[in-house]
């Protein structure tokens, strides 16, 4: 049902354009407490649309972004993988960030670095991307160790206070990874 609006494919995972379907399973995990555990607070439905609209958005208007990911065998949503460009400035901004957010359902299962390493071949390679970046507040280890599998390097000087936190937030401190062009691992 999916391929023919595939855009990256990778053994388990479709990664495509948003479709209407997407939102209600979008909203279950975005008021998942486990799921937004590294973010301020899950989201009410009305956010999760409104979210949905502007990833939904950015990607038509880019012709890249953050894909849906669903589950090749069962057609279901599992979330998003993809590029998105930091609207906030930051030492390392303008930059392009892989970025990823699965349903606790499909989670230490591989399907996020899967359809990240796919991701990262479409930046370097299609898109001619010279570096990608992925960051992270500290404590988010789940995250930072799918950073860890893809090959991308931290350097604590490159850490940074989210500009987006109130200061002193205790989700403010974030990590930077990074992954130039050729250094992709397989
Ligand atoms: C981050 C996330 C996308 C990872 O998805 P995933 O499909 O489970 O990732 P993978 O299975 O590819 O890899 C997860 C790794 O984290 C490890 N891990 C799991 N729980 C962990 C923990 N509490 N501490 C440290 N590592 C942990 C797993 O063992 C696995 O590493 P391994 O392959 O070396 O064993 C998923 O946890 C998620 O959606 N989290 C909530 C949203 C989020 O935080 N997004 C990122 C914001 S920057």
């Excluded at 930051?90 to 796919?118: K, M």
């Excluded at 990262?120 to 960051?135: D, H, K, N, P, R």
């Excluded at 490159?158 to 989700?171: E, Y």
């Amino acid at each position: 049902m999916g391929a023919q609006t595939e855009i990256i494919g990778t053994p388990r995972l479709i990664l495509r354009a948003w479709r209407e379907s997407d939102r209600e399973p979008f909203r279950r995990m975005n008021a998942d407490p486990r799921v937004m555990e590294f973010f301020p607070k899950p989201l009410s439905a009305a956010e999760s649309d409104d979210l949905a609209e502007r990833i939904g958005g950015a990607l038509k208007r880019r012709g890249f972004g953050l894909f849906a990911a669903e589950v090749r065998e069962s057609g279901a949503f599992a979330g998003f993988i993809g590029l998105s460009v930091p609207s906030f400035q930051a030492h390392f901004t303008p930059c392009v960030e892989i970025g990823w957010r699965l349903d606790s359902a499909y989670w230490n299962q591989g399907l996020a670095t899967e359809g990240a390493r796919a991701v990262l071949g479409y930046g370097f390679g299609t898109l001619a991307m010279e570096e990608i970046v992925s960051f992270t507040t500290a404590a988010n280890l789940r995250s930072r160790r799918v950073m860890e599998k893809l090959g991308m390097t931290h350097d604590p000087a490159d850490d940074f206070d989210h500009p987006g936190l109130p200061k002193g937030h205790p989700l403010e401190r974030h990590v930077l990874y990074r992954l130039r062009r050729g250094l992709t691992v397989h």
